[in-house]
């Protein structure tokens, strides 16, 4: 069983920082991408930034220079570091790796999500 757990969600006023963390547990044989899609109310789920397990990273133009994606590999943990956040930033954030198990001599590749941590940025 694979479980992602997301934390570090809260409170935050306009122009301040936030730090979101997930780590992936279980059954993990490796991990290939990881990244973080955000769901604002009444909108749909959408992208904020993806990093492979070689390090490259794509973020949402709406993010670029203020988001730093970041993950480590041994921990299996992937990091949001969120600068500059601004009051449509506020939705719940969401982790999503791509998670091969071992089984029986053969990997399967499951795609896996968190269960969210909520974001609320203050005008």
């Known amino acids: 069983q694979v479980r992602l757990v997301e934390s570090g969600g809260g409170l935050v006023q306009a122009g301040g920082s936030l730090r979101l963390s997930c780590a992936a547990s279980g059954t993990i044989f490796n991990i290939n991408a990881m990244g973080w899609y955000r769901q604002a109310p009444g909108k749909q789920r959408e992208l904020v930034a993806t990093?492979?397990?070689?390090?490259?990273?794509n973020y949402a133009d709406s993010v670029k220079g203020r988001f730093t994606i970041s993950r480590d590999n041994a921990k299996n943990t992937v990091y949001l570091q969120m600068n500059s956040l601004k009051p449509e930033d506020t939705a719940v954030y969401y982790c999503?790796?791509?998670?091969?198990?071992?089984?029986?001599?053969?990997?399967?590749?499951?795609?896996?999500w968190g269960q969210g941590t909520q974001v609320t940025v203050s005008s």
């Open positions: 999503n790796a791509d998670i091969g198990e071992l089984r029986f001599g053969r990997t399967y590749w499951n795609d896996y």
């Open positions: 990093i492979t397990n070689g390090g490259g990273a």
